[in-house]
């Protein structure tokens, strides 16, 4: 599959995703559970189709190509480390437990994951 379909099909899963977040949020109940969890999954695959994209872009214009090579897992990896970053703390303020300690440790760890995940990889 070219990068290009790729993307289309990224894109379509945008719209889609934020349409059901739109959809979900207007007109469900946030008292139930499994409302909430529906919730947390479109915030998800809304916020890594989004900004998968922005990081492909951002990787193309400030990286050598050459070291870069247009590696769309990559984009996708950060993209989803990103959403996972602003899901876990929508999730601790769904349970009053979001504090800028807690946001900065969850920061922390992710960061250390894409650290990790760069080094093994070069």
Same mark, same amino acid.
């Given at each position: 599959m070219g990068?290009? #379909? =790729?993307? @289309?099909?990224?894109?379509? =899963?945008?719209? $889609?995703?934020? $349409? *059901? =977040? @739109? &959809?979900?949020? &207007?007109?469900?109940?946030? *008292?139930?559970a499994l409302n909430r969890l529906a919730f947390l999954a479109l915030l998800f695959v809304a916020l890594l189709t989004t900004s998968a994209p922005l990081a492909h872009f951002l990787h193309l214009r400030f990286t050598d190509p050459r070291s870069y090579r247009s590696d769309v897992r #990559?984009? +996708?990896?950060? *993209? *989803? $480390? @990103? @959403? =996972? +970053?602003f899901v876990l703390c929508a999730w601790l303020q769904m349970s009053q437990a979001l504090n800028w300690i807690n946001a900065l440790l969850v920061l922390t760890a992710l960061a250390l994951m894409e650290a990790f995940i760069l080094v093994r990889s070069s």
């Open positions: 990068n290009w #379909r =790729l993307w @289309a099909i990224s894109s379509i =899963l945008c719209v $889609l995703s934020w $349409l *059901g =977040l @739109a &959809y979900v949020v &207007y007109s469900t109940d946030p *008292g139930i #990559r984009s +996708f990896r950060e *993209g *989803g $480390l @990103a @959403a =996972l +970053f």
